[in-house]
Structures are given as C-alpha cells and as structure tokens.
C-alpha cells in the first residue's frame, strides 16, 4: 500500500534531524485507534446493575427489604412466644403480662426471672391479651408481605396473559380485551372488594382449605378482585410494550425469516418487555399492602386471630392515648416496607428503563 | 370532538350498568337472600321480603331493582329502617365538602409544589419537595389521619373534635388530601421537567420571553394535561380514603355510614352506597375525560 | 469593512454532568457580516448547534460557556444584564430550530403565538399586534392568514408550520436570523420553498442569517460562508467556492466525497469510524483518528489556524509551511533513488 512506501521511505535516512522529521510521516492505523478512546461496551443489563448499585436510596431500600425479610424469616424461630399465645409461666396465665411496654416485663415474670430462670424479652411489650407483640408484628409482616406479594403475581400472571394476547395477536382479540379494560378502568375497584367481601363472607366456607383457611373471606375476595380487576393496567402496559416492540424491523425481519411466534415472543418480545414487567411488578406489591391495610382497617382484612399489619393497627387505635406503641409499630413497619419497596420500584425504573417515566 | 364524548358517555352508562348488575347478583350470592340471616320477626322478614318482591323469580326481582333505582328509591337500612334516601340526603352534603376541599387542596397545593420543584430541578427545594412526597406516599391514611387527630387534637388542642354542631374540617382535609397532594407534586413534577424539556420552550425563550411567562404560558398548561387525567383515580382516592377519615374523626358522612353498615353487615345500605358512590365515580371520571379533551387541542379535532 | 453583526471570539463551552466535563466547543471563531450567510455545518456532536444556543444563552442547565467572547455589534454580551440578553433574543437575533412539528406550543393558536412575539418586541397590541401577525403571515407565504390565526399547529402540515417559526422570527424584524437545520424534517420539495424563502426574506430585510445543516447541499446553494465544525473546533472557513472546490482539511474533503453528485458513477467514500467523543477529545487534531492522511504529529499536537488563501482559513497540519518543505524534499529524495 502506499502509506507503507511512505512509511518505510524515510527510515532509510540517517539524517540528525530525522527525530525532528518523523512528525511529519504518516500515524499507522493502530496509533491512530489508540488515541481514540472508547467506551467499553456493556450490556443493557450490566449496565442497568452499576447504575442501581449507584443509586444510595435504592440499594438502601434494598437491605432494609433484606434485612426485613431475614427478621421476619427467622425471627419465629428464634422467639419462643407464638402470635396466638396468650403468655403464661410454668403453664398458668400470666394475668399481669397485660399492655406491657416494650422491654420491660409483668410482676410475675419478674419474680420468675429472680428465681433465675430465662426469660425471652418482649421487643415491642404485649397487647390487650397478653400476647408478646414483636411476634405478632412479625406475623402482620409476614402476611403483609404475603398478601403483596401474592396479589402482584396475580396481576402480573392475568395481565401478562390477556396484554400478550392483545399486543401480539392484535385485531378482533386486542379490540375485545381494549374494550374491557376500558370498562374495567372505570369500575371502582374498591368498592368492589368491600362488596365481595361481605357477600363472600356470608356464603363460603374456606373451612380445610390450607393458607385461606386462616387467611379468610376478605383476602379471597381480595385476591379475587385483584386478579378480576387490578389486571387491566399491566395489561395495558405488556401490550403497549409489544406493539412497540412488534414493530421494530428485527421482528419483522425474524417473521419473515419464517420464526414461529412462539419463537419470537420468547426471544424477541419477552426480553424487551422484562424490565418493564419487574419494575410494575415491584411497584404493584406496595399497593397492594396498602389495600391490605385498608381493608383490614374498615373491619374486612385477614381473619382473627392471625395478625396483619393493617388489623394490628386497628385493634391499637382504640387505645392510642394509653399504649401509643402499639398503633406506631406496626404503622412505621407498614411506612417502611412500602417507602422501601417505591423507592426501590423507582430505582431499578431508572436502572433498567430510562424511557418509562410517569 | 362530540363523537369521542359519546363513546366516553356510552361507555360510562355500560358501566353504570355493569356496577349496577354486579352489586345486585352479588348481593345475591348471600344465601337465603339479604334479611335470612338477621334476627328479624317472621313478620318483618315477610315485609320485607314483599316489600323487595324476594318471592319473585331472580330475574323479576332483578328489573324491578333497576326499576327502582331509576325511580332514585334506594330502599331502606335493615338495621335501623330509615330510609337510606333519608341517610344520603343528610350525610352526603358533608362528605361532598370535605371531599371537594381534599380534591382541590390536593390538586392546586400538588401543581405549586410540583412545579416548584421541577423550576428549581437539582436544588435543595426540589430535593426537600420530592423526599416529603415520598415520604408521604409510604404513610397509610389510617395511620396519617390518627396521627393528626391525636398531635393536633388530643394532645395540643388547636383544633376541635368534629361535630355536626361545629364542624371543624381542617385536619380531617389535610389528611385526605395528603396522599393525592403528594402524588400530584411527583406527577406534576415530572410533567413539568418533560413540558420546559420540549422544543416549544426552546422556541419561547429564544422569542426572547421573560422565564414568567415561559414557565406559565407554555409550560404550565402542557404538564397540566397528565395532571387532569390523574383527577379521575383521585377522586376514587378520595371517595375510599373518606371512609377511614370519617370513621376516625368521627364525621357523620356517607363514608362513616358505610363502615358502619359493613360492620353491620347492613345489606341494603351497602348495596345503596356502594351504588351511589360508583356512580358518581363514573360520572367525575367522564367529566374528567371531557375537561382534558377540551383542554388538549390535538385531541378535539382528531 | 463595516464591523461585523456579530463576532465570536475563541468560544468554548462545556457541559458539566455527574459523568464529568464534555467540551461540546472549544475554541470556536467567526464573523457574520450584515446580509450575510452564513453556513454551518457539521456531524450531529460537531457543536453546530451548541454554538446557535450559546450566542442567544438559552443554553440548558449543565451548559455553560467556559472561554471566549461574543459580540453583538462590538458590545461584549458576557457583561449584560438579563432583561438585556432577553431583549436581545428575538429582537437582536431570532432563531427557527430544525423541527416545526415540536417547536410549536400544541396548546397555543398559531394566533396567540405570532402575536405573542409581536407585542413583546413592538409593543403592539390588541387589534394593531393582530394586523401585524396577519401582515407576516402573508410575508411568509402563507394562503388565508385571518383563518390560520385561528389554527392550532397541528392542523398544519411540516412545511407550513416550519413558515409560521419564521413569520414568528420576523415578528421583531430582527438583525441576525439562526435557522437551525430549518430544511432537516421537511420533504425535499418544501425544502427547496423554504429555503427559497428565506433568501428571499434576507434580500426584503437585510439581516444577517446563519444557517446550521448538515446537507452540504443546501449550504452550496444559499451560503455566502462556509463555516466547518467537528469535535467543538472550526476545521475550515471560507467561502462557497474556497469550501467546495479548494477544501484544505481531510475532514472537509470526507463530507464532500460522501454525498452523491448525480453525475460520476462511483461508489460514495463514506467518512469511516464514528464522531469524536467530546468526553475525551484526543490530545492532537480531533479528526485524527478518523483522517486517512494523518500523520505522526496529528497524534500529539493540535493542529494551528492557517490562512491558506485570502478569507479562507484551516486547522490541519497538512497546511503547515514546514509539512509542505517535508513534501517536497521527500519528492526529492524519491527522484534521487
């Protein structure tokens, strides 16, 4: 090539000012790429990762859900008392361990503890039936956590269901499943699970069924509502999503390439869908605690005497003034899990998908 | 323009009629019919039992429902047999004013600050602004609104307890209004940040207009449009949020009566105020709809 | 010479985010002359529009400008006050961005949006503002102005909308006129209406306008200058016929082999490698990388401002008096083998 002639033409001279001249012979490829610098290409998803990890109020929402999880997981183990014990000492009732307050324990057990026996701290003192309350906000937080949880993989499982349908399939089915999300839009979903629950209440019996047995009327209801009702925005999301995705031109050119649709859900559409999925998903578990405590609040939420957050605030609320702690611990940990849970949500929002702000 | 808001009224109707349809057959599921399982006298339970046409077939009994309704006869409350159309016209007034009070405070308090914020975007109002909207969004409005009653009620005093003689609507607003204020700062904020990002500012401010009038000729009324659709969920918002709120602050409002004819187990007032109150959702969301069509000039004309 | 409308001196402006510093112009300078215009051109990331921010400050929140001067009829603007920089938009120096579709208010009348321009930098009001819209609706070409007042913009097609930005440019009849990419999303025969206005309006009004593109096609056509950018810095400046026909920097000759002639058959000779990063600008020319002919000093030294004939002035090494003594002793050198 020509810039070799160049290149190898002057070194034939020996001339002293050969160090002054070589400036002006010509850069190879290779100098030339070193002075360009790059930025190392990463994946969306490495990069979704390092900008989470930056992000100090997400990955602190992320360890308060850790370290809430592992309390909550092992706390039963580690606490002698169960959330539907009423306290007693060598098998008799322990009348005085009544409203006790945090950390401090009742007359009997004080003397029992002078006798130099063990006694397990009550963390957040006992309730109105003398039941140690730390373990029964363990259990509040546990179905709490539960209920979330549960709720939002029913959205997400009818509402990834029925907005891949419509997105990917599109004509007569996306016009019919539109038509109803519009509707369902407009029905108050609220006042639905009030309706359900009260009517659920009278006529099932969940009597032998695991989980719902202790669950009650009012959580079927609950779930039920989510997964008739709650469905529609996620719905209205996944099919937004694919039809954008649809018409990229590397989903046209796989169909044309003869890729079944399977195929091209799985490999084209699913993962372009997937951070969008998890981040609504993330954001549905909040909300859906919210509902829990709100039913529970307005007498409609898990079944006595298993606890849930809303239901251990409202039993506290009659008697704010004399046992305040009762009502503030399990609010702050209500607070708490769903500012984690948002504040996380929104994170890995801007992490994984800069493009859906709302 | 007109066609779109016929859809949207249609739309409204079948849903109307879907609630209605629902809340009848599902009110239906109880076994034995609504008055089985009260204690009332045989003869009562006949009463009422004609008085409903319960001896009739379902689907009878179901047109002469709607019948009714049409007629704006809601029935009367089994536990205590006032006329529910009695109870609604007393209570509802109430909750019409703390609900609209909620509803304005959180939208125009929600725009300033939201707006506010996006103006001073990385500053120390907007981190301050958006740190308590989070915040605020995290707090149940059970626990918000016991937590005011007993600072600024119990403990401090400065405001009364609600009574129909002296109604003092301050504290029960706020903490109705909290939540939706709080979100409508977030989504005001983000609209604003996107509305002052678009091309059209650019195009204002190189006009040589003064940062004023950018901000509230130009900007403010384009981040209004997302802030009007979210009226509509707002208002459910606040139509659910009224019953904890009046329950605690112990407020004679339609809301107040509904948790307590749920704790009643009081069929027919469930029945009549979960009907009313859809409805009157379905209606805001509709007046909703057609507000931001008139507002948006790209979506009257298409 | 009378003095220039406007003169940049050396400007350099960065924008500072959490990434750190992108120098998105250094160095940058020129001279717009009344009536004159001006072409600027360049890849997307070149600084083109940068600069047009720059001078009328509506540079975003991270922008700032780190060096230079820039001066509007010999004042130096750095040293105004607001109210005067805001009466100096519009009034001293308009612009029309490269987009109509989004740089119209969606909510606004067309109406509302001319007027608006009219009363701030005439003081009209009322009926008389009104007039004056309608006067520059017509100014600009457009057919039943009374009835577009009254039309939101996106009942208005491209190029339609693209007449009413600069009817709203003219709204203050003022001194300088930017168009940014004024042709860019529009179809190619209301391109060629567009630009035909502007001249058009130029020889009715006698400002001075810039015109920032870059289809070298369109500057060929309109410009008088030809100002070249890449990476922040001016590779080349001089006239349509120094430009097109005596390019003096690679870059310059990349753009020109890259676009199709309609006449030779041969393949087009795209510019390879991608737009220098103004995160990490190379210590030496910034087009080095990418320039076939560079050379060893390219790598490590930046490149001097030459004039290279009258007006007409570039930034490349290949320029140098020295380079050229190199080339011709090397010449020697060969016929001696």
Redesign the interface.
């Known amino acids: 090539m020509k810039s070799e002639a160049n290149n190898t033409l002057p070194k034939k001279q020996l001339f002293s000012l050969q160090q002054d001249l070589s400036k002006w012979e010509k850069a190879t490829d290779s100098e030339k790429a070193s002075r360009e610098e790059m930025g190392a290409s990463v994946t969306l998803f490495k990069d979704g990762i390092r900008k989470l990890k930056k992000n100090r109020l997400a990955m602190g929402s992320f360890f308060v859900l850790v370290i809430m999880l592992a309390v909550i997981l092992f706390a039963p183990i580690i606490v002698p008392y169960s959330y539907d014990e009423i306290l007693t000492i060598n098998g008799e009732r322990d009348i005085g361990a009544q409203n006790l307050k945090p950390l401090t324990f009742s007359e009997t057990e004080k003397a029992y503890i002078a006798q130099g026996n063990f006694r397990f701290p009550h963390l957040m003192g006992t309730d109105s039936q003398c039941r140690d309350y730390f373990i029964r906000v363990v259990y509040g937080t546990r179905i709490s956590f539960m209920v979330g949880i549960f709720a939002s993989l029913i959205v997400l499982i009818v509402g990834l269901f029925f907005g891949s349908i419509a997105g990917y399939f599109g004509g007569f089915a996306d016009m019919l499943i539109m038509r109803i999300v519009?509707?369902i839009y407009?029905?108050?979903d609220?006042?639905?699970i009030?309706?359900?629950s009260?009517?659920?209440n009278?006529?099932i019996n969940l009597q032998g069924i695991p989980v719902l047995e202790n669950l009650g009327t009012n959580m079927l209801s609950m779930f039920l509502v989510f997964g008739l009702f709650y469905w529609v925005s996620m719905a209205r999301l996944i099919r937004g999503q694919i039809l954008t995705v649809k018409q990229n031109d590397y989903v046209t050119a796989a169909y044309n390439l003869g890729a079944k649709p399977g195929w091209i859900i799985r490999k084209h559409i699913l993962p372009n869908c997937l951070s969008i999925i998890i981040v609504s998903t993330t954001l549905e578990i909040?909300s859906a605690i919210?509902t829990e405590?709100?039913l529970s609040?307005?007498?409609?939420g898990v079944q006595a005497p298993m606890p849930s957050l809303?239901s251990l605030?409202?039993t506290a609320?009659s008697a704010?003034?004399t046992y305040?702690f009762q009502?503030i611990f399990p609010?702050l940990v209500?607070?708490?899990i769903?500012?984690s849970l948002?504040?996380l949500g929104d994170g890995l929002r801007d992490a994984f998908d800069p493009k859906l702000?709302? | 323009m007109s066609k779109t808001i016929f859809r949207r009224f249609l739309?409204?109707l079948?849903?109307i009629i879907?609630?209605c349809t629902?809340?009848f057959f599902?009110?239906h599921?109880?076994?034995g019919g609504p008055f089985q399982?009260k204690k009332l006298s045989d003869v009562t339970r006949e009463a009422l039992n004609e008085r409903y046409h319960l001896n009739e077939p379902l689907i009878t009994q179901y047109f002469l429902y709607l019948k009714g309704l049409l007629k704006g006869d809601l029935g009367v409350s089994i536990t205590d047999g006032r006329s529910i159309n009695e109870i609604i016209r007393l209570s509802f007034p109430i909750s019409c004013k703390l609900g609209l009070a909620a509803v304005s405070l959180a939208l125009i308090a929600g725009t300033v600050f939201g707006t506010l914020a996006a103006y001073q975007?990385?500053k120390f109002l907007d981190k301050l602004i958006l740190f308590l909207s989070?915040?605020t969004?995290?707090?149940?409005?059970?626990?918000l609104s016991?937590l005011l009653l007993?600072v600024f009620c119990?403990k401090l005093k400065w405001f009364p307890i609600w009574s129909i003689h002296s109604p003092s609507y301050v504290l029960p607003v706020l903490a109705l209004s909290m939540y939706p204020m709080a979100y409508t700062t977030r989504?005001a904020r983000?609209s604003m940040l996107?509305a002052l990002g678009?091309?059209?500012i650019?195009?204002?401010?190189?006009?040589?207009?003064?940062s004023g009038k950018v901000l509230f000729?130009?900007a403010l009324?384009?981040s209004l449009i997302p802030i009007i659709t979210f009226a509509g969920p707002e208002i459910?918002y606040i139509?659910?949020g009224s019953?904890?709120v009046e329950?605690?602050f112990n407020i004679a409002g339609i809301g107040s009566s509904f948790?307590t004819a749920?704790?009643a187990?009081d069929?027919t007032m469930?029945?009549a105020t979960?009907l009313l109150?859809?409805i009157l959702?379905?209606i805001m969301?509709l007046i909703c709809d057609i507000l931001y069509q008139v507002?948006?000039?790209?979506i009257r004309?298409d | 010479m009378s003095e220039p409308v406007l003169k940049i001196q050396d400007l350099s402006v960065s924008f500072f985010d959490r990434a750190g510093e992108a120098k998105a112009l250094s160095g940058v300078s020129f001279d717009l002359e009344k009536g004159q215009i001006l072409g600027i051109v360049g890849e997307s990331g070149s600084g083109k529009s940068v600069t047009m921010q720059a001078i009328?400050q509506?540079l975003n929140?991270e922008g700032r400008i780190t060096g230079g001067k820039i001066l509007f009829k010999g004042e130096d603007m750095s040293l105004w006050s607001p109210q005067k920089v805001?009466?100096?938009?519009?009034?001293g120096c308009?612009?029309i961005?490269q987009?109509p579709m989004?740089?119209?208010?969606?909510?606004?009348t067309i109406g509302k949006q001319i007027t608006?321009?009219v009363t701030?930098?005439t003081g009209k009001r009322g009926r008389e503002a009104y007039q004056r819209a309608v006067e520059l609706l017509t100014l600009v070409g457009m057919n039943d102005p009374e009835r577009r007042m009254k039309q939101?913009p996106?009942?208005l097609s491209g190029g339609r909308r693209q007449r009413i930005?600069i009817a709203?440019a003219l709204a203050?009849e003022p001194d300088i006129l930017i168009a940014d990419e004024p042709t860019t999303a529009l179809d190619v025969t209301v391109q060629a209406q567009i630009l035909e206005l502007i001249l058009e309006i130029r020889n009715k009004l006698g400002m001075a306008v810039i015109i920032v593109s870059h289809n070298l096609g369109i500057i060929a056509e309109v410009c008088d200058e030809v100002l070249v950018l890449y990476g922040g810095s001016v590779c080349e400046k001089g006239t349509v016929q120094d430009i097109f026909y005596h390019p003096r920097h690679e870059y310059t000759k990349g753009l020109l082999a890259s676009i199709p002639n309609g006449q030779s058959r041969d393949r087009l000779k795209p510019i390879g490698g991608s737009p220098v990063n103004v995160r990490h600008l190379p210590a030496g020319c910034a087009f080095c990388p990418r320039c076939e002919e560079a050379l060893k000093i390219c790598l490590t030294d930046k490149p001097q401002t030459l004039e290279v004939s009258p007006g007409h002035i570039a930034t490349c090494w290949r320029n140098d008096p020295e380079y050229r003594q190199y080339l011709e002793n090397m010449g020697k050198e060969a016929h001696h083998d």
């Open positions: 519009d509707i407009s029905v108050p609220m006042l639905i009030i309706l359900l009260v009517a659920l009278e006529s909040p919210f405590s709100y609040f307005i007498g409609l809303g605030a409202n609320m704010i003034t305040p009502m609010s209500i607070c708490l769903v500012l948002n504040l702000k709302r | 739309l409204s079948l849903t879907l609630i629902l809340t599902v009110m599921i109880i076994p399982q975007k990385g989070t915040f969004t995290a707090i149940p409005s059970f626990v016991i007993f119990v989504l983000t996107e678009q091309d059209y650019r195009t204002a401010k190189a006009k040589g207009l003064s000729r130009h009324r384009n459910a139509v659910t019953m904890v329950s605690i948790v749920i704790t187990r069929y469930i029945m979960t109150l859809a959702m379905v969301n507002i948006d000039p790209r004309y | 009328l509506i929140s805001r009466a100096f938009r519009g009034k308009a612009m961005f987009d989004t740089s119209l208010n969606p909510l606004l608006e321009a701030l930098h939101y996106h009942e930005m709203m203050s």
